[in-house]
């Protein structure tokens, strides 16, 4: 009799520690669901990069219009760029002048381009901000011309011209690989 009676407690005591393994099993999948979203890789891409030749010595053009004729420009890391900015306008340096900046990854354009356009004084160049900047040209007027030469490190960055409401439109992406 007495062994009769042991049988279905047992088999209660299994059930429940089938019970309990189950549940551990499912809070280990939500924690591997968990860690694969936090690792996915952000990685700047450049749309149309694998279509420019890479050059270490590139000429931009600003006009009229407030555009760079060049908006990609690729060149190889670790070895010197020379960029040169012409200015094809007509109009008058105070009205429409350009200059080219190149501006270190991460940079905020619009805090930058507002400080930028306070800097009359310093030819739109923010000293406020001179920590975000790699390299720039002087602001030319009509028919000037000026040359950048600097050695990039590998990265994307972007050159804007900072004369005040020029940037939105006036700006390109430099890729060094
Ligand atoms: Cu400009």
Redesign the pocket.
Known sequence: MKKLFFIPVLAAVVSLAACGGNNTKTEGSTENKTEETASEPTVETVPGIENVTISNTWTVE?NDQ?KFNTELIRVKAGEPLELTLKNVGKMPKES????LIILKSGVDLPTFGGEAAAAADNEYIPKSALSSIVAHTKLLGPGEEDKISVTLEKGVYTYI???PG?YAL?QGKIVAE
């Open positions: 600003g407030m429409m002048g350009h200059n011209c900072s004369f020029h006036m």
